[in-house]
C-alpha cells in the first residue's frame, strides 16, 4: 500500500521536482522560467518521436535505459519515504539500495561504452570514477547511521529517528548529513560535481553518456535521473527529518497526509539545491576527489563520534 | 550571584556542547579543504566564534560568570581581532592562494582522517578518568591539534601557518576548558597576549619581507640561507 | 552574500511575454506538444545571428519560459536552427547532422543567410540557402533577426 | 571406508589414470581422455566435498605409503567446502581445456600436469598431518610451476613469469615448512590431532603463525608477497590460470583458517590485526593495479589479489572477534570470508575461461586492441558479463552478498569491540568500500572496452565465437554464479558446518529466501531483489510499448559532430578510461610516463612524429624486491670469489669450518 503510493508519487512527482527546481532557478537568475511542468511536457514529446539504434550499437545499449528505470523503482519501493513499513523492507537494506543505484549508472555507462563514440567513453570513466570515489563515503555513513540501531534496514533507521527526534541534532548525525548530501549531490550530477545544463562536451559527465539516445530511451533516462534525485532527497529527508512520517499500520489518511508532508520536504529541499546551485560554480573534475575525500572525512567523523560521544 | 543566572537544563547543554564542538571541529578541517588564503582566514574566525560560544555554554551551565566574560573575550580576540590583523596582512601582502600544498588537498583530508581517529584512540584514557559530556569533546580538540600541527608542517604560504599555529593555539585553550573548566584568566590573558604579540611580529615581517621578495611563499625564504 | 543583495535588488528581469493569437502553430509542430528542443548549426554564419541567438535565451527575453531549450546533441533535438549560407565544408556536416534528428524533426532557417545567401550569395565557397540541402519548416528573415522575431517564431513551434 | 572415502579416492584414481592418459595416449585421444579424466575427478572432488559438508567425516592413515610418517588424511566440513570448490574448478576448467588446448598446448607434459595438479589440490585440504600436507603443498607447487611455463616456446614473458613464481612459491614453502615443523617439536607428534591438543608457550605460537601466514599469503597473493600472481596467472594457459586463480589461492585462505582457527584455536589481537590489516593493503592496492590494467589477465590477477584481500579482512576479524569473546559476530565475519572464497572461485574461473577465449580468438589481451566482441562473440561476450557484474559486487551478483555479509559483520562490531575495534572497523569499512567502488570501475572497463563498441585492433576485428566444449565450461561457471548469487540461503547452512570447525557454535545465517544474521537485524533477500528488478524493468518495457507511438527503431550513423566517419583510433580505450583514476591515486600509483618529439630535419619547430609511453610499475615491487635483488646479485658476485675452481681452497674451507664448530663447542660447553 505504501510502497505502491510511493512508486507512484516518485513516478509521477519526479518530474515535478525536476521543474520546480528549473523554475527556482530561473526566477533567481531574473528570468520567467518554463513552469514546473515542462519535463512532463518533454517526456511526453520524446516517448512520441522516433527510436534510434545508432551504428554498431546493441543490447546493451538497448537494455541501459530500461535497467537505469527499474533499478530507481525498485529503489523508489524499498527507501521509507511515506511509511516505514514497505513489504520490501526485508528485501533489501541500505546497502542494496546503494548498490542498486550504483547498479543503474553501471548500466547506462555501459551503453554509453557500447555506441565506441569518444565523449561516450569518457563521460562513462567519469561516471564510475565519481561512483567509485563516493562509495566508501556512502558506506560509511550507512555505518554511522546504523551504529545507534544495529540494523542497516532502513524501516528501523527511520523508525528510531521518528522515535528520538532529538538525536538528529547529535554530531554523528549532523556529520553524516552533510556527507550524504555532498554523496547526494555527486550521485545525482548537479552543480558543484556535474553540471546537468551543460552544452559543452568536454565538461560533461552524465550527460556524456546520453549524447546518442533519442526519442523514448531519451525519455526513460531523464525520467530516471529525476526519479533518483527525488528518491535520494527523499532518503535524505527521511533519515534526518522524518516527521511526519506514517508508523506501524497507517490508514490511508495517514499515508496521504504523510504523502503530503514528504513532498514539501523534498521540494523545500530541492528548492534549496537549486538555489545553491546558482552561488556556486562547478569543480574542475580533478578537484571533485578534494570534494569527496571531504564528505569521506566527515563520514568517518561521524563513525567516530557515533561510537566515542554515544 | 548564582541566583539571578539562566540555568542549562542537561538536554539542552549537551546538544549544544555537541554543536558548539562539532563546528569547531568542522571549520579546523576545512581550513585543509580550501586554498584561498582570504577564505581560511575567515574559516579562522568562524572557529574563533565557535570556541567562545562553547565556552559560555560551559560558562552558562556551571553558572560562573567570570567564565562567560572570558569566553566573550576569547570570542573578540579570536573572532575579531585577530583575523582582522591578518586579514590586513593578507592585503598588504596581496590576495593569494595556497597554490601547491606540500600534500594535495585530497590526501591531506585523508590524513586528517587517520589523524582524527588517532586522537580518538588517544584520548579515551582521559575520557575514562571523568567521563562528562565535556572531557568527551576533548578528542576533537586534540584531532584540531594536529589537523593545526599538520596545517604547519604542510603549507607553503606563511599566513596558512600562522593560520594552523593558530589552531594549535585554539584547540590548548579548548583543551584547557573542556578539562578544568578554565585556566586562570591571567594566564589566559598572558596566552592571549603572546599569540597577539606573534600575530603583530608576523605581520610587520610580511610587509618587511613584501617589501624585500614581493612574496611569501616560505619555499623562497631558504634562499636568505644560502 | 552579495551576490544574494544583487538577486534580491534585480528582480525579475525577463520582460513581460507579448501577446499570440492562439492557435497560430505550424502543423509539422502539433505533435511536440509545447516543448521544443533545438540543436543549433552555424552552417557558415558571420556570427551576428549567434549573438542574436544568445540574447534569445538570455533573462530579457527569456525564450525557455515557452518551452523551447537548446541542447548538446541532434539526437536529443526536435528542431535545427541553422545559421548562415550553407558553405561547401559544412554541408555534409549539415545533412548529417539533419539525419542524425529522430524523427518528428524541423528545420528553422535563421536569418536572410540561411535563406537565400544574403549577402554571401555567389561567393565562392557558398553551396546554396539552407533550403537547397535539408527540408526547409520556418524562416525568419533579418540581417540579423530581431530577438522578438526569434522569440515568436520560436512560439510558433511550441505553441505557447 | 564411508561415501565421501570412496569419492574422494575415486577422484584421485581417475587424476592418476588421465595423467597416464595424458602422458601415454596418442595427440587425438590425449585431450579428450585427459580432459574428461580431469573433469570426472572434480565432479567426484565437489561431491566428496559437499558429502563432507553435510557432515559426514573421513579419515585415513596409510602408514606404508610415505617413508616415516605415512599418509594421514582426514576430510571434515572445512576441507570438504575447499574440495568441493576445487572440484567445481576443476570441472569447468578441464571441458573447457579441450576445446582450449587444441592448437599448442596438447603437448604430453601440460595433459599430464593437469590433473596431478588437481589431484593436489583435492590433496591438500584433505591433509591432515604435517608431512603429509607438505608433501601435497609441494606437489601442488610442482605441478603449477609446470603448467605455467607450459607456453614458454612461444613467449619469453613465460620464463620469466616462472622463475617469480618458482622463487616465491619456494620461499613461501620454506617459511610454511619452518613455521608446521616448529609446531609438530613444539607439539610432540605431527599429525593435525596431535597439534590441536598440543600446548605451547605464547612466543612459540606466534611464530608459528606468523611464520605460516607468510607462507599461505604468499600463496593467496596477498601485498607485499602478490609479485608473482599477476605475472604468473596471466602467462598460464587460460584453463589453468582459471585453476590458480580460482582455486590454488583460496589453498593460502585454507591455511590460514586451519593452522591460526583450527590447530591454533585463535589468538592473542595482534595475530588477525595482521592478517586483517594484510588484507586490507591488498583489497586496496590489488584493486587500484587491476583498475589502471591495460591486459585483461593481468587486470584478472590483480583482482584476485584484491578479493583474496578481502577474504583475509574477513578470516582476520572473525579472529579478532573470537580474540574479544564475540563468538555470534566471529561466526559471521568467517562465514562471509568463506562465502566470498566461494564466489570468488565462481567468477573468477568464468572470467578466467572467458579471458582465454578471447585471446585464443584474437591473439591478445590488451584491452586497448580488443573491442566488438559482443557481435562476434556474442555467448562469450554474455557469459563475461555475467562473471564481471559478480565480480562487481553489485546485486545481482554473487559477490555483493558475500561482502554484504562482511560489511554486516564489521559494522556491527562497533559497540562490543573497544577502542581498536573503533578505529580499525571504520577503515576497514572504508577499504571495503573504496575496493568495491574501483572494482565496479575495472570491471566496467574490462567488459565495457573489452567486448563492447567497435574492435579497436584488426585482430578484434577477426575474432570468432569459440568451440561448443569451452563454451560448455564456462557456461557450467556461470550457472554456478547465478545459483550463488540468487540462493545463497541453499549454501550457508552447509557452509555454517565448515565454519563451526574452526569456530565452534551454532550457524551465523539463516533463513530461506532472505538472509537473516544471528543478532543483527539486518536482512536482505537476493532473490527477491532479483525478481523486483526483473518486474520493475519489464514494467518499464511494458510501459514504454504502451506509451510509444513510433516504435520502428531506425538505424542511422553515429553522432560524429557532422564530421567524417568516427575511426577505431577515436574510440577510448581501458588506458584512456583508466587515467583519471591514475591521476586521483598518483601517489599511490606512481605511474612513469615520457614523450618523444622527434622534430622534422629542416626545422625545430615542426614536429614529425610524437611518441607517448605510459606505464603504471608496480610499485612495491620496485621498491621492495629491486633493492633486495639488487643486494641479492652483489652477494651473489662476492660468493663467485669463493668459488674459484680450486681444490684446496673447498678443502680449506671445509677445514675451517670444521675447527670453527670445534672452536664454538669448546668456548659454549
Redesign the interface.
Known amino acids: 500500500m505504501g510502497a505502491v503510493l510511493q512508486v507512484v508519487l516518485v513516478a509521477v512527482g519526479s518530474p515535478l521536482l525536476v521543474g520546480m527546481m528549473r523554475q527556482v532557478r530561473a526566477r533567481l537568475e531574473g528570468r520567467a522560467g518554463a513552469g514546473i511542468g515542462q519535463p512532463w511536457r518533454d517526456l511526453r514529446k520524446l516517448?512520441?518521436?522516433?527510436?534510434?539504434?545508432?551504428?554498431?550499437t546493441?543490447?546493451?545499449f538497448r537494455a541501459a535505459p530500461?535497467?537505469l528505470?527499474?533499478?530507481v523503482?525498485?529503489v523508489a519501493?524499498v527507501v521509507p519515504l511515506v511509511s516505514t513499513t514497505s513489504p520490501?523492507?526485508?528485501?533489501?537494506?541500505l546497502?542494496?539500495v546503494v548498490?542498486?543505484l550504483?547498479?543503474g549508472s553501471?548500466a547506462l555507462?555501459?551503453g554509453a561504452?557500447?555506441?565506441?563514440?569518444?565523449f561516450?567513453?569518457?563521460g562513462?570513466?567519469?561516471e564510475?570514477?565519481v561512483?567509485?570515489?563516493?562509495?566508501?563515503t556512502?558506506?560509511?555513513s550507512?555505518?554511522a547511521l546504523?551504529?545507534r540501531v544495529?540494523?542497516?534496514?532502513l524501516g528501523?533507521i527511520v523508525t528510531s529517528a521518528v522515535a528520538d527526534p532529538l538525536a538528529v541534532i547529535s554530531p554523528a548525525s549532523l556529520l553524516a548529513a552533510a556527507a550524504l548530501a555532498i554523496v547526494t549531490i555527486a550521485e545525482t550530477g548537479r552543480i558543484p560535481v556535474d553540471n546537468p545544463s551543460t552544452h559543452l562536451e568536454l565538461t560533461m559527465i552524465h550527460e556524456a553518456m546520453v549524447?546518442?539516445y533519442a526519442?523514448?530511451d531519451l525519455?526513460?533516462i531523464e525520467w530516471a535521473s529525476a526519479m533518483r534525485l527525488s528518491v535520494l532527497l527523499g532518503l535524505l529527508t527521511s533519515l534526518f527529518a522524518p516527521w511526519g512520517i506514517a508508523t506501524g499500520n497507517a490508514g490511508l489518511l495517514a499515508l496521504l497526509l504523510a504523502a503530503v508532508v514528504v513532498i514539501a520536504k523534498v521540494a523545500l529541499l530541492g528548492a534549496l539545491l537549486a538555489a545553491g546551485e546558482v552561488f556556486m560554480a562547478k569543480l574542475r573534475?580533478?578537484r571533485i576527489?578534494e570534494l569527496l575525500a571531504g564528505s569521506?572525512l566527515m563520514a568517518?567523523l561521524a563513525?567516530?563520534a557515533?561510537?566515542?560521544l554515544a | 550571584m548564582t541566583e539571578t543566572m539562566f540555568t542549562l537544563p542537561p538536554s539542552l547543554y549537551v546538544p549544544l556542547l555537541d554543536l558548539a564542538c562539532g563546528a569547531f571541529l568542522l571549520t579546523g578541517m576545512m581550513v585543509l579543504w580550501r586554498r584561498d588564503l582570504a577564505a581560511i582566514v575567515r574559516l579562522f574566525a568562524l572557529q574563533g566564534i565557535a570556541l567562545a560560544a562553547l565556552i559560555v555554554v560551559l560558562g552558562v551551565y556551571e553558572q560562573d560568570v567570570e567564565l562567560v566574560a572570558v569566553g566573550l573575550g576569547v570570542g573578540a580576540l579570536r573572532a575579531g581581532l585577530l583575523p582582522y590583523l591578518m586579514r590586513r596582512a593578507l592585503i598588504a601582502g596581496g590576495a593569494g592562494r595556497e597554490v601547491r600544498p606540500v600534500v594535495?588537498v585530497?590526501?591531506s583530508l585523508l590524513v586528517a582522517a587517520v589523524l582524527a581517529?588517532?586522537a580518538?584512540?588517544v584520548a579515551?584514557p582521559l575520557i575514562r578518568l571523568s567521563p562528562t559530556p565535556a572531557t568527551q569533546a576533548v578528542p576533537i580538540a586534540l584531532t584540531v591539534l594536529l589537523v593545526g600541527f599538520f596545517v604547519l608542517v604542510t603549507r607553503r604560504r606563511a599566513l596558512s601557518q600562522v593560520v594552523g599555529f593558530l589552531l594549535m593555539d585554539n584547540a590548548i585553550t579548548m583543551t584547557a576548558f573542556l578539562t578544568t573548566s578554565g585556566v586562570p584568566l591571567v594566564v589566559e590573558l598572558g596566552i592571549s597576549m603572546d599569540v597577539l604579540l606573534a600575530v603583530l611580529v608576523f605581520q610587520v615581517l610580511t610587509t618587511r619581507m613584501r617589501a624585500a621578495f614581493g612574496g611569501t611563499d616560505l619555499d623562497e625564504l631558504r634562499e636568505l640561507h644560502d | 552574500m552579495s551576490l544574494w543583495q544583487k538577486i534580491r535588488k534585480t528582480g525579475r528581469v525577463a520582460e513581460p511575454a507579448p501577446e499570440r493569437a492562439p492557435g497560430n502553430v505550424l502543423p509539422a509542430a502539433a505533435e511536440l506538444g509545447g516543448s521544443v528542443q533545438l540543436r543549433h548549426?552555424d552552417a557558415g554564419s558571420c556570427n551576428g545571428c549567434e549573438v542574436e541567438i544568445a540574447s534569445v535565451f538570455g533573462p530579457v527575453y527569456d525564450a525557455e519560459r515557452y518551452g523551447a531549450r537548446l541542447v548538446a546533441?541532434?539526437?536529443h533535438a526536435d528542431a535545427l536552427v541553422v545559421t548562415g549560407p550553407v558553405t561547401r565544408n559544412?554541408e555534409?556536416?549539415?545533412r548529417?547532422?539533419y539525419?542524425?534528428v529522430?524523427?518528428p524533426r524541423l528545420v528553422i532557417a535563421l536569418g536572410d543567410c540561411a535563406r537565400n545567401c544574403g549577402a554571401f550569395a555567389g561567393a565562392y565557397g557558398v553551396t546554396g540557402p539552407v533550403s537547397d540541402v535539408v527540408p526547409v519548416d520556418a524562416e525568419i528573415p533579418g540581417c540579423p533577426p530581431r530577438p522578438e522575431a526569434i522569440v515568436a517564431a520560436l512560439r510558433e513551434l511550441t505553441g505557447r | 571406508m564411508n561415501l565421501v572415502g570412496t569419492l574422494f579416492c575415486t577422484a584421485l584414481a581417475i587424476c592418476a589414470l588421465s595423467a597416464l592418459a595424458g602422458l601415454a595416449t596418442p595427440t587425438r585421444l590425449r585431450l579428450p581422455l585427459a580432459g574428461l579424466g580431469t573433469a570426472g575427478a572434480g565432479a567426484l572432488g565437489t561431491a566428496a566435498g559437499l558429502a563432507a559438508l553435510l557432515g559426514e567425516s573421513w579419515s585415513a592413515w596409510l602408514p606404508e605409503l610415505l617413508p616415516l610418517a605415512g599418509v594421514r588424511l582426514a576430510i571434515d566440513p572445512l576441507a570438504g567446502l575447499f574440495l568441493a570448490v576445487t572440484g567445481v574448478v576443476a570441472l569447468c576448467a578441464a571441458i573447457y581445456g579441450i576445446g582450449y588446448s587444441r592448437d599448442g598446448l596438447d603437448g604430453r607434459v601440460v595433459q599430464a600436469a593437469a590433473p596431478l595438479f588437481v589431484a593436489a589440490m583435492l590433496l591438500v585440504p584433505a591433509a591432515a598431518s604435517v608431512s603429509t600436507f607438505l608433501v601435497a603443498w609441494e606437489l601442488m607447487a610442482i605441478t603449477s610451476l609446470l603448467l605455467v611455463v607450459a607456453d614458454h616456446r612461444h613467449r619469453s614473458a613465460v620464463g620469466e613469469a616462472g622463475l617469480w613464481y618458482g622463487v616465491m612459491t619456494h620461499l613461501g614453502f620454506v617459511a610454511i615448512l619452518a613455521g608446521l615443523l616448529a609446531f609438530a617439536a613444539g607439539a610432540g607428534g605431527e599429525s593435525f590431532d596431535q597439534l590441536r591438543q598440543a600446548e605451547l608457550s605464547p612466543a612459540l605460537r606466534g611464530t608459528v603463525f606468523l611464520a605460516t601466514v607468510v607462507g599461505f599469503a604468499s600463496k593467496a597473493g596477498i601485498v607485499p608477497l602478490h609479485v608473482w600472481l599477476p605475472r604468473a596467472h596471466p602467462e598460464a594457459p587460460s584453463q589453468i590460470s582459471a585453476l590458480m586463480s580460482a582455486a590454488m589461492v583460496n589453498m593460502g585462505v585454507y591455511g590460514i583458517v586451519r593452522v591460526g582457527l583450527d590447530l591454533l584455536h585463535g589468538g592473542p589481537v595482534w595475530w588477525w590485526m595482521v592478517v586483517l590489516i594484510a588484507g586490507a593493503i591488498s583489497a586496496l592496492y590489488g584493486i587500484l593495479q587491476a583498475?589502471v590494467s591495460a591486459d585483461l589477465k593481468r587486470l584478472l590477477g590483480h583482482s584476485t589479489t584484491e578479493n583474496m584481500g578481502l577474504v583475509l579482512i574477513g578470516v582476520g576479524a572473525a579472529g579478532l572477534f573470537a580474540a574479544w569473546g564475540n563468538a555470534v559476530l566471529a561466526a559471521l565475519a568467517l562465514t562471509a570470508a568463506l562465502l566470498h572464497v566461494v564466489n570468488h572461485a565462481g567468477f573468477k574461473t568464468l572470467l578466467f575461461l572467458a579471458a582465454g577465449s578471447v585471446q585464443r580468438a584474437t591473439g591478445t589481451r590488451d584491452l586497448d586492441q580488443l573491442?566488438?566482441l559482443?557481435?562476434r562473440m556474442p555467448y562469450t561476450t554474455g557469459l563475461f558479463a555475467v562473471g564481471a557484474l559478480c565480480a562487481?559486487?553489485?546485486?545481482p551478483g554473487n559477490a555483493?552478498v558475500s561482502e554484504?555479509l562482511l560489511?554486516?559483520s564489521l559494522?556491527?562490531a562497533?559497540?562490543t569491540s573497544g577502542?581498536?575495534g573503533?578505529?580499525t572497523m571504520?577503515?576497514a569499512?572504508?577499504v571495503?568500500?573504496?575496493s568495491?567502488?574501483?572494482a565496479?570501475?575495472t570491471f566496467?572497463?574490462a567488459?565495457?572496452?573489452g567486448f563492447?563498441?567497435?574492435p579497436r585492433g584488426p585482430e578484434a576485428a577477426r575474432a570468432a565465437e569459440s568451440p561448443p566444449a569451452m563454451l560448455g565450461g564456462m557456461a557450467l561457471a556461470a550457472c554456478c554464479c547465478l545459483v550463488l548469487a540468487l540462493a545463497p540461503t541453499a549454501i550457508l547452512p552447509v557452509l555454517s558446518h565448515a565454519v563451526a570447525v574452526a569456530l565452534p557454535g551454532p550457524g551465523a545465517v539463516t533463513g530461506e529466501v532472505?538472509l537473516h544474521l544471528a543478532g543483527?537485524?539486518?536482512?536482505?533477500?537476493p532473490l527477491?531483489?532479483a525478481v523486483?528488478?526483473g518486474v520493475?524493468?519489464a514494467?518499464?518495457?511494458a510501459l514504454?510499448r504502451v506509451?510509444?507511438?513510433?516504435?520502428?527503431?531506425?538505424?542511422?550513423?553515429?553522432?560524429?559532430?557532422?564530421?567524417g566517419p568516427?575511426s577505431a583510433r577515436?574510440?577510448?580505450t581501458a588506458t584512456?578510461?583508466?587515467?583519471?583514476?591514475q591521476?586521483?591515486f598518483d601517489?599511490v600509483l606512481a605511474p612513469e610516463s615520457d614523450v618523444d618529439v622527434t622534430p622534422v630535419k629542416e626545422s625545430a619547430y615542426l614536429v614529425e612524429s610524437v611518441r607517448f609511453r605510459a606505464k603504471v610499475p608496480d610499485r612495491i615491487e620496485r621498491r621492495l624486491y629491486e633493492p633486495v635483488l639488487s643486494v641479492l646479485t652483489f652477494v651473489g658476485r662476492g660468493a663467485r670469489h669463493l668459488a674459484t675452481g680450486s681444490v684446496h681452497r673447498y678443502l680449506a674451507y671445509g677445514f675451517w669450518a670444521l675447527t670453527g664448530a670445534l672452536i664454538m663447542l669448546a668456548v659454549f660447553q
Not at chain 1, 544495529?150 to 534496514?153: A, L, R, S, V
Not at chain 4, 520502428?552 to 553522432?559: N, T
Request: aromatic residues 8%; glycine residues 8%; contains cysteine.
Open positions: 516517448v512520441r518521436k522516433e527510436p534510434i539504434a545508432p551504428d554498431g546493441g543490447w546493451v530500461l535497467l528505470a527499474g533499478t523503482l525498485v519501493a520490501l523492507d526485508e528485501v533489501a537494506d546497502f542494496a548498490a542498486l550504483a547498479l553501471v555507462a555501459l561504452l557500447d555506441t565506441s563514440t569518444a561516450g567513453g569518457m562513462a570513466s567519469r564510475m570514477i561512483l567509485a570515489l563516493v562509495e566508501p556512502i558506506l560509511l550507512v555505518f546504523s551504529v544495529g540494523t542497516t534496514n528501523t549524447l546518442e526519442g523514448p525519455a526513460l573534475l580533478f576527489p569521506f568517518l563513525v567516530a557515533s561510537f566515542f | 594535495n585530497a590526501t581517529m588517532l580518538y584512540a579515551q | 548549426v546533441s541532434p539526437r559544412m555534409m556536416a549539415l548529417r547532422t539525419e542524425a529522430p524523427e | 583498475a573491442g566488438g559482443r557481435t562487481s559486487a553489485l546485486p555483493f554484504w560489511l554486516q559494522i556491527h562497533l559497540p577502542v581498536v573503533a578505529v571504520p577503515l569499512v572504508g571495503i568500500a573504496l568495491a567502488g574501483l565496479v570501475a566496467v572497463k567488459f565495457g572496452i563492447l563498441a567497435k532472505s543483527i537485524s539486518s536482512v536482505i533477500s527477491l531483489i523486483a528488478l520493475a524493468v514494467g518499464t518495457l514504454t506509451v510509444a507511438t513510433r516504435r520502428v527503431r531506425r538505424a542511422a550513423r553515429l553522432w560524429d559532430c557532422g564530421g568516427m577515436m574510440e577510448y584512456s578510461f583508466a587515467e583519471p583514476l591521476r586521483v601517489n
